[in-house]
């Protein structure tokens, strides 16, 4: 089980720091204004997904880190699916990745309490 908690871990981090990166550099701005947020919001889940992104992958090799990047991540996910499904278009379509995101990081994060 525990090699399968790691392929997860290091997916999870990976796409987490791609994602993070493309919400820092501002590509995702419409989105966040779309569903009327300000601005800072970007910066707050960039920073947010890219910072978990590295501690999955440090979690690795230290489990507090992985169980504190799969809380920050997990929640992060489920606040994005909560807005996409109460303030998006098409809300159910788009919520699924955020939805599928929480749940993997609900797993490790049950792996490691």
């Given at each position: 089980?525990?090699?399968?908690?790691?392929?997860?871990?290091?997916?999870?981090?990976?796409?987490?720091i791609m994602t993070?990166?493309?919400?820092?550099?501002?590509?995702?701005?419409?989105?966040?204004?779309?569903?009327?947020?300000p601005p800072i919001?970007?910066?707050?889940?960039?920073?947010?997904?890219?910072?978990?992104?590295?501690?999955?992958?440090?979690?690795?090799?230290?489990?507090?880190?992985?169980?504190?990047?799969?809380?920050?991540?997990?929640?992060?996910?489920?606040?994005?699916?909560?807005?996409?499904?109460?303030?998006?278009?098409?809300?159910?379509?788009?919520?699924?990745?955020?939805?599928?995101?929480?749940?993997l990081n609900f797993?490790?994060?049950?792996?490691?309490?």
């Amino acid at each position: 089980m525990s090699i399968i908690i790691i392929i997860l871990q290091i997916i999870l981090g990976i796409f987490f720091i791609m994602t993070g990166s493309k919400i820092l550099s501002g590509a995702m701005k419409q989105d966040f204004a779309r569903l009327g947020y300000p601005p800072i919001f970007n910066q707050i889940t960039g920073i947010f997904e890219f910072v978990g992104g590295l501690g999955m992958l440090i979690g690795v090799l230290y489990n507090v880190i992985a169980l504190l990047s799969s809380i920050l991540l997990g929640a992060t996910m489920f606040v994005g699916a909560i807005s996409l499904i109460f303030l998006g278009k098409d809300p159910i379509k788009k919520a699924i990745p955020a939805i599928v995101l929480f749940l993997l990081n609900f797993i490790v994060f049950i792996y490691y309490i």
